[in-house]
């Protein structure tokens, strides 16, 4: 029970509880401005609908991608896998550049935990010093209560957080409504489990011990990349009667009691620091007050070797090549993206029919299915080419999004008296906004058909 109670937080033990204290500064506003416009993102898309249609949804049942007013279906799947490897290598090559800026700033971890978390924590408990002062003391009702409401609080966050996440999944009317399937709320139970673990326990150890991409780091980052870094050249030797006329560390600890992983930045960079830029608001706050620059800043080991930085450099070259190889694949991929699906077949059966004006017809079968958003007045046409003296009869068909049709396409062509032929040739397929080729062939009969056909009109 002892050590239960331990690992929730409430006695000493088996975890090293981290209490990080409350610090103002340039960069926390610079958190508060991006967390507060990404939890707006977060929570508002699924909401927003151009033409009808969600603005960012995962349709996964149907097979289907809504993305800012276009509709991607399973023949998108090279387009999708493109896009998600630019994001990624994105990702790579900022990295390499800027070091863990999505980790200080955009990652939903630190955005939780910094902008609602946090805050609410010390709604309930209080800064650093009374909260270390609570845990240490007895378990008392005030304490429970306390902990207790933080709790609810955070389950509320855990579970509005989780149901706008699988709002990127399911129409968030629905899920909002209690109208959506049992998997919606299923998956939203499960996530908001899990956030409420990480919340109110977990926190970060899950940079430290779990996160991939705190792992990789060393794949992508070298002594160019931008990192938090203390300035040892100016900060040591630290403390002494001196330090404060000299600017060099007075040794307050600030630093260390700010930082939400519990590191001192002052030992170099280590894997644990997730770039919050929290010790260098404390650091400021300190020397500020003292009259010289703050020790702690944005800047790289080869600066602080003395070196220039550069940007020409392996990592950032390779990751912007391939970038840019994937741009340029995604735009030829987009400019090949056609707005309608359509399959050929023919007609069960079917070769081909003599018919008494002596024409040959070949029956197929077309599906089209509709992916385009945008309303379409005009119906879909469709046309031949490659086979000269054809007639194409073909039902007009207007489809509404999303929506599919088949239906019988006769294509008739005067009948030549040579051998038996397959023709290749081409269907064009005609929509409201674009057009579609499809390859198809042309079947017609020998000199036999004569006799069979002659013997078959004597019946
Ligand atoms: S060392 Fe500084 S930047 Fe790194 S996690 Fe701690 S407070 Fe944030
Ligand atoms: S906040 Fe600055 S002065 Fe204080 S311990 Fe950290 S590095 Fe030294």
Request: glycine share 10%; aromatic share 10%; proline share 5%.
């Amino acid at each position: 029970m002892t050590s239960l109670l331990a690992k929730l937080g409430f006695a000493e033990g088996v975890r090293a509880w981290v209490y990080p204290q409350s610090i103002g500064g340039r960069f926390q506003r610079l958190h508060r401005i991006s967390g507060v416009i990404l939890l707006a993102i977060l929570l508002g898309v699924p909401w927003i609908r151009i033409g009808g249609y969600p603005l960012l949804q995962a349709d996964i049942p149907g097979r289907r991608l809504y993305a800012f007013g276009a509709i991607y279906t399973a023949s998108d799947t090279v387009l999708v896998l493109i896009l998600s490897l630019s994001l990624a290598f994105a990702l790579f090559f900022f990295t390499s550049l800027f070091g863990r800026l999505w980790c200080g700033y955009a990652c939903p971890q630190t955005v939780f935990l910094e902008e609602l978390i946090r805050p609410i924590e010390m709604f309930f408990e209080g800064d650093r010093n009374a909260r270390m002062k609570r845990d240490a003391g007895p378990l008392t009702t005030d304490r429970v209560l306390r902990r207790l409401g933080k709790w609810v609080v955070f389950a509320l966050v855990a579970v509005i957080g989780a149901a706008s996440f699988v709002g990127y999944f399911t129409d968030a009317k629905l899920i909002w409504t209690l109208r959506a399937g049992s998997t919606s709320y299923a998956f939203t139970g499960v996530m908001a489990a899990i956030a409420f673990l990480d919340f109110a326990w977990f926190r970060e150890q899950f940079c430290i011990y779990l996160c991939p991409y705190a792992r990789f780091q060393g794949v992508m980052t070298d002594d160019h990349t931008l990192q938090i870094t203390y300035e040892t050249g100016r900060g040591e030797p630290r403390g002494g009667a001196d330090a404060k006329v000299d600017g060099r560390c007075v040794a307050c600890n600030l630093c260390v009691n700010v930082c939400p992983t519990g590191i001192d930045i002052r030992d170099g960079y280590q894997l644990e620091c997730i770039g919050c830029a929290r010790c260098i608001d404390a650091c400021d706050h300190v020397m500020e007050k003292l009259g010289h620059p703050g020790l702690i800043v944005y800047g790289t080991e080869a600066e602080a070797r003395g070196e220039v930085r550069s940007l020409l450099r392996p990592r950032p070259l390779v990751y912007g090549g391939l970038i840019t190889a994937l741009a340029v694949s995604a735009v030829l991929v987009l400019r090949a993206h056609v707005s309608f699906e359509a399959e050929l077949s023919r007609s069960p059966g079917s070769t081909f029919v003599l018919d008494d004006d002596d024409t040959i017809r070949n029956t197929y079968l077309l599906t089209i299915g509709n992916n385009d958003p945008r309303p379409g007045a005009d119906p879909y046409t469709v046309t031949v080419e490659g086979l000269p003296g054809a007639q194409v009869i073909a039902p007009p068909m207007q489809l509404g999004t999303s929506e599919d049709r088949t239906i019988p396409v006769v294509v008739r062509l005067p009948r030549d008296r040579g051998v038996a032929r397959t023709i290749p040739f081409q269907f064009r397929i005609t929509g409201p906004h674009d057009a579609r080729l499809l390859a198809a062939t042309f079947m017609t009969p020998g000199r036999g058909a004569d006799e069979e056909h002659d013997h078959h009109e004597h019946d």
